[in-house]
């Protein structure tokens, strides 16, 4: 048997002495402005539940000869009101009604929307459509609007206010929290519980509702501060709290009436208010921030129009004579990314060269560092986190991890072009194909409408899409994914590259599309004479297209040469063994050897060959330093101390 | 051996009926009138491009979704005839995508003991010895049993995915594309594992993938699917030595082989006919290179050939035998 | 385009059947009997035997809302007691005043809201992206009828520069600066919020929109950081942006409510307001079902402005 067991003790153990996450509240406390937020509500919910216990006046003894004092007079710290009564008793004796309010509000609406969302997302059909035009329904009506309406039915009052606003809350939570239901419903894990046997409420309660309560408490912690705003605003306009009972929302609203004279006792409630929504909006935002796993990933930094360089970058001298031919010579590029404290070097010291004309097939598994090396050629690598530390791509003359930001840009698209991998999400969703070729185009040629306009279709013909003139006017989702990639093709042909990067192209497709692209670029580039660089992780499309094949692992070239040499008796023994343990059409009675282990993880790489630990072939000396490109049989480099022959078995290597 | 099941004249549509207007709305079919059958013991590959229906297929056969026309028969009973719980303790499913098949907020015993608990109504005790079994058989370290999902490769994902399916004990197993989401190195890991599990316990598969390879290494015997419908099926070896439909032969043509050169010649787009406006004859007619002018007003049944019995096709005229 | 439209002014007709339902009920609704509470102090027993045959209360409920529904159609919508005329002339002429007011705020909003996104999210982790967080923040959590008094103070008390109430000046107002001049408190406190939550929608989207993958392909294609940032990026976010400006437009409806009591302006705000706290509940009903129909076709024009911009919507 090949299998091998799921980890090795080894790993079992490196993967304890990684550094745990840090829990949620501990990040929450990092975040400095929830942690300000969250002091702030700290400080006002404590004091607003320790009034009864404070030394304070009556809030509601009037005192008519004392009224409208003015702060820090004596014996009333904030003054008095209109009637004389003390304001800072007021305040937070109000406080105290308001948050009590707003926080009923906010459960209530919160319980019965996430209520409603969830069984209009689970049972979907007709009871979704009924449940959901309902809270359309509601939604029709501009918000405070509805508030009102229900006020005016039930008459004013704090608890009818309380009410108002929780009812007009439903829809926020039931409308989030369906959406995030039916996109669970729908996932696998949701089919898998059902064929354990789970029933429908079962299924919701274990398997839909922990998934679902990050995002109930997203939207609660920011919408409790607006239903303690509008709670407020329903007794400011006379509506809710009635006297004696006050708020901080009636306290403003008799503040308003003595405004002109003594604004401060407007002031104050209506800061506190501030305060509080405040303080709950950035507690609120942290939290989002701790739950999200889009924002916590950090995932929403601008990449900037160009990967950061570090300045004093190296690259490995050579004789010169040596490549001065090739269209495109990468020297020792090194590219990282830096997430948190961890440095991944997903790309660590690449050499690559092209000839005009030719087609270098770079190939690997995920997580080799193909992609990245494409993406560095032309500083396409998201900054941050991406980070090129070294190295060099020559192009024809140039450095172009050294040309000014206006030469790259005309060399990308321009002599540099690149295919990706899934065309619907790399062309832009919104304008037509023809606009977008004629974009790329007139970046790079002086061309005015009309004559990128017979261009575009004469490109769209050398890519043989049928009915160019129709096809243009189309937009990405309207055409079939082989369609949509030749558009990509055409696209990239379209300044007469003397490069072309294909990362993945036909990866997205279906075989019998796969070969029909793979056929066009094959011609185009023999016809035109460019050369490609193309990305793959299979090994048969390398063959049909490559002439000379590079092999990555762990982010370096570890096995370069022609292809059929290195198809046919490869050196290094990852290649081997990614050759043979895939299955071959015609081969169906040939064993499968599976490549025991998994690659190291690119933070944490071994020294000596980051292949030794699943390598049979494996010895002392393969573990220490570094080991170079070496020539093997004349035609084949490769990264290995005790490279196979022709005829070499690797077997019961696992 | 005998049919375990018989899969009648199965069809799925999708969308239809009226809108409160009265207008209709658009049908699609995805599955349209396919009839297999399953011998126990048997390793049956379903194989076939995007929007073929083979995943439509392969959910209606674990009850996942249901047929709008048509029978499937386990053993001669209907499937829905038992109901759910009884269907899940004899047909299981392997997903495509191992990582989103197990709930990110449950541990690997908690979804592994959710089969035993729900459909075989095992007691702890039972369910402890069972999990030990289940460990040793896809070589789960024991101690990751209290872990989460995510701490876990795609590799290692999808052997407890594999777990999770066989904690029920079931005679058959669908898989539905088990290793297109996985690394090349890890997807032989997990094929040798199917591979063993199913001598080691008598399982019946139902492998549905794109890569022929991948299905001619694992099949007995091979259906190939086109736009909702089997165009040909037949015992593995004699499919991929001699096709009899056009489809699949251009199928295998376009298939790259490592260490071979051979980029063909061809005008076809791969455009497929508009699911909701079908043609009324072949839907292959359009891309076939054998075409004429029959083929545009018969959709050709499913019928054996002058290949024996067990080979058959759905095409007014076949490829002949070289 | 024409297709387009019309399909969702048919979608509309059910959503405004529901409404005129829902403003309906609220008379059913209302605790014990309807026309005594409408009434209030004016119930006279005439006034009471009046009303009730006026709304027909004496039928079953499908019959009143045949008839409450034909007089609406018609433009009937009752008298209102404590105004003494019919609700309609009040309501049409409230809100004049209201469109006045909500649509300068909108207008600033949106204006200001997308500027300030888009350089938030372009300078992100800069100062002018540190300093609109901030603002977007403040906006979001102070009580616009608080911010309305404190500007109040400020501008009109103490320095004086803007009128503290009305939408006209008592003598010779009414000109088109006049009332630009009464408006620019009231329609700057109604934007605040609004803004705050359009820039904040706005630069997520952006921030969103500039890792998607077609961006990385415009800069492959050699185009300038202008053309990617504000073609490519900026029409990709306004598809989310444009359905927040479309909510948005209900809240700034709704929060006319408080900036009209506080700035006495004339308009449907205010002035339900006041036939609340009178239980004038035919004026209300009038209000609340003219300004939320008013709401549905803005948002029918949000949707058709959307679907124009992203042909996948269709």
């Known amino acids: 048997m090949s299998e091998t067991a799921i980890a090795s003790p080894s790993e079992a153990q490196k993967s304890k002495a990684r550094p745990r996450r840090p829990s949620a509240f501990a990040l929450l406390l990092n975040n400095r402005l929830a942690a300000f937020g969250l002091v702030v509500l700290v400080l006002v919910v404590a004091s607003a539940l320790l009034a009864p216990l404070l030394p304070l006046a009556d809030p509601n003894a009037t005192d008519p000869a004392n009224r409208l004092a003015p702060p820090l007079s004596d014996g009333h710290l904030l003054g008095t009101d209109a009637l004389g009564r003390d304001m800072l008793s007021r305040l937070l004796w109000g406080t105290r009604v308001s948050l009590a309010v707003g926080l009923s509000a906010s459960v209530i609406a919160a319980f019965a929307g996430s209520l409603i969302g969830l069984i209009a997302g ?57 959406g995030i239901t039916v996109g669970l419903a729908r996932r696998e894990f949701v089919d898998a519980a059902r064929l354990s046997g789970k029933g429908p409420v079962r299924i919701v309660a274990s398997e839909i509702l922990p998934n679902v309560l990050p995002t109930i408490v997203i939207t609660l912690s920011t919408t409790v501060g607006w239903m303690i705003l509008e709670t407020a605003g329903l007794s400011f306009l006379g509506l809710g709290a009635q006297p004696p009972q006050a708020d901080l929302g009636s306290m403003l609203g008799e503040g308003r009436k003595v405004l002109f004279t003594s604004p401060f006792v407007s002031l104050v409630p209506g800061l506190m208010i501030f305060l509080v929504v405040l303080s709950i909006n950035l507690l609120g935002d942290g939290i989002r921030d701790v739950l999200d796993p889009r924002l916590k990933a950090g995932a929403l930094a601008k990449p900037s129009a160009r990967t950061a360089v570090e300045k004093n970058r190296r690259w490995p001298e050579t004789k010169k004579d040596e490549t001065s031919d090739a269209v495109l010579d990468v020297k020792g590029l090194e590219t990282q990314f830096r997430i948190g404290r961890s440095i991944h070097r997903a790309v660590g010291g690449v050499d690559l060269s092209i000839r005009p004309g030719e087609c270098l097939g770079l190939i690997g598994e995920s997580g080799s560092g193909k992609s990245v090396t494409a993406m560095s050629l032309t500083g396409l690598v998201p900054s941050p986190p991406g980070r090129i530390t070294g190295g060099k791509v ?22 540099v072009s690149y295919v990706f991998q899934d065309p619907l999400a790399t062309l832009h969703p919104l304008f037509p194909v023809g606009d977008q070729i004629a974009e790329a185009i007139r970046a790079h040629q002086p061309l005015d409408r009309s004559e990128a306009r017979a261009k575009v279709l004469d490109l769209m013909r050398q890519v043989r899409i049928p009915n160019p003139e129709a096809r243009m006017e189309a937009y990405p989702h309207e055409l079939s994914g082989g369609l949509r990639q030749r558009i990509s093709i055409a696209m990239a042909l379209a300044n007469d590259p003397k490069l072309i990067i294909a990362d993945e192209p036909t990866t997205a497709l279906d075989v019998t599309v796969q070969a029909q692209v793979l056929k066009l670029l094959d011609g185009l580039r023999r016809e035109r004479g460019t050369a490609v660089l193309f990305i793959t992780h299979d090994f048969g499309v390398v063959s049909e297209i490559a002439d000379r094949v590079a092999v990555m692992y762990a982010g370096r070239i570890v096995e370069t040469g022609p292809t059929a040499e290195v198809m046919a008796n490869p050196a290094h023994p ?30 944490d790489l071994p020294d000596g060959c980051a292949f030794a630990d699943r390598c049979p072939r494996a010895a002392a000396d393969c573990r220490s330093g570094d080991i170079a490109m070496r020539d093997i049989r004349g035609r084949i480099e490769a990264r290995c101390l005790h490279p196979l022959s022709p005829g070499d078995a690797l077997r019961g290597a696992a | ?240 030595a001699a096709p009899l439909h056009p489809y699949t032969d251009l199928l295998l043509n376009s298939a790259p082989v490592p260490g071979k050169q051979r980029l063909r010649a061809g005008g076809d787009t791969g455009e497929l006919p508009d699911p909701y406006n079908p043609p009324s004859g072949c839907a292959f007619a359009e891309r076939c290179p054998r075409v004429e002018e029959d083929c545009r007003r018969i959709d050709p049944p499913l019928e054996a050939k002058a290949r024996g019995d067990d080979h058959r096709a759905a095409c007014l005229h076949p490829l002949p035998a070289d | 385009m024409t297709t387009i439209i019309l399909k969702r002014l048919l979608a509309a007709i059910p959503v405004l059947f529901g409404l005129s339902i829902i403003v309906f009920l609220m008379i059913a609704l209302i605790p014990g009997d309807p026309a005594t509470a409408i009434l209030g102090s004016f119930a006279t027993p005439e006034n009471v035997a009046a009303l ?175 053309r990617v940032i504000y073609v490519h990026a900026f029409k990709a ?24 009591t506080v700035f006495q302006w004339p308009g449907i705000g205010a002035m339900l307001v006041n036939a609340i706290s009178q239980r004038d509940i035919l004026l209300v009903q009038g209000g609340v079902l003219v300004v939320a129909a008013s709401y549905v076709l803005f948002n029918l024009a949000a949707d058709v402005l959307q679907v124009v911009i992203d042909p996948r919507l269709k």
């Open chain 1, 122 to 178: 689970y049972a979907g059909g007709r009871t979704d459509q009924l449940l959901m035009r309902f809270i359309d329904l509601m939604m029709a009506f501009p918000y405070i609007l509805l508030a009102l309406a229900i006020v005016a039915v039930l008459g004013p009052g704090l608890i009818n206010a309380l009410y108002a606003i929780a009812i007009v809350n439903v829809p926020f939570f039931a409308r989030n929290i369906r």
């Open chain 1, 394 to 415: 020559l192009f024809e003359t140039d450095d172009l991890l050294a040309v000014s930001d206006k030469e790259l840009r005309a060399l990308r698209g321009g002599a």
């Open chain 1, 574 to 603: 990852y290649t081997r063994m990614l050759i043979d343990c895939v299955p071959v059409m015609g081969e169906p009675e040939r064993r499968l050897d599976a490549i025991p282990g998994r690659p190291p993880p690119v933070d």
């Open chain 2, 1 to 240: 051996m005998s049919d375990m099941l018989e899969i009648r004249d199965l069809t799925r549509r999708f969308g239809g009926g009226r809108t409160i207007f009265g207008t209709t709305k658009p049908q699609l079919t995805a599955v349209r009138g396919v009839s297999l059958d399953l011998k126990r013991g048997e390793t049956l590959g379903i194989v076939g491009e995007s929007g073929c229906g083979k995943s439509t297929l392969a959910r209606m056969l674990v009850g996942l979704d249901r047929p709008s026309e048509g029978a499937i028969r386990l053993d001669g009973k209907d499937l829905t005839e038992g109901g759910a719980k009884a269907l899940a303790a004899r047909v299981q499913y392997v997903f495509q995508d191992p990582v989103s098949s197990l709930n990110p907020r449950h541990t690997i015993r908690q979804i592994l003991e959710a089969p035993m608990k729900h459909l075989l109504r095992l007691n702890g005790s039972e369910r402890k010895k069972r999990l030990a079994d289940l460990c040793e058989a896809v070589n789960l370290n024991p101690d990751f049993l209290v872990r989460y999902p995510h701490e876990f490769s795609g590799g290692q994902a999808q052997r407890i995915g594999i777990a999770r399916a066989l904690a029920a004990e079931p005679d058959v197993v669908v898989l539905d594309e088990p290793v297109s989401a996985l690394d090349v190195s890890v997807q032989a890991q997990v094929l040798n594992l199917l591979d063993r599990l199913k001598r080691e316990r008598d399982l019946t598969y139902v492998f549905i993938s794109h890569d022929l390879a991948v299905i001619e290494s694992v099949a007995t015997r091979v259906a190939v699917m086109y736009f909702g419908r089997v165009v040909e099926t037949a015992p593995s070896r004699k499919l991929f």
């Open chain 3, 52 to 226: 009730n045959a006026d709304l027909g209360l004496d039928k079953s409920l499908p019959q009143q809302y045949l008839a409450w529904i034909s007089g609406v159609l018609q433009g009937d919508f009752g008298r209102s007691y404590a105004l003494n005329r019919p609700v309609i002339d009040e309501v049409l002429e409230r809100f004049q005043a209201t469109l006045i007011l909500a649509g300068a705020s909108l207008l600033l909003a949106s204006i200001f809201g997308l500027l300030a996104g888009i350089v938030s999210a372009v300078r992100q982790f800069g100062f002018a992206d540190k300093a609109i967080t901030l603002f977007v923040l403040i906006g979001i959590s102070v009580p616009s009828f608080w911010l309305g008094l404190i500007l109040i103070f400020f501008f009109a008390v103490k320095i004086r520069l803007f009128p503290a109430s009305g939408m006209e000046a008592v003598y010779g107002g009414g000109g088109f600066l006049d009332i630009l001049h009464h408006l620019v408190l009231p329609a700057v406190t109604l934007a605040v919020v609004a803004t705050g939550v359009i820039a904040r929608l706005t630069r997520t989207a952006m921030l969103e929109v500039l890792r998607q993958d077609f961006i990385r392909t415009a800069r492959a294609k050699g185009l300038s950081e202008r």
């Open chain 3, 237 to 260: 976010a306004l598809v989310s942006v444009i359905p927040v400006i479309g909510i948005q437009a209900g809240f700034v409806l709704g929060g006319a409510v408080y900036i009209e």
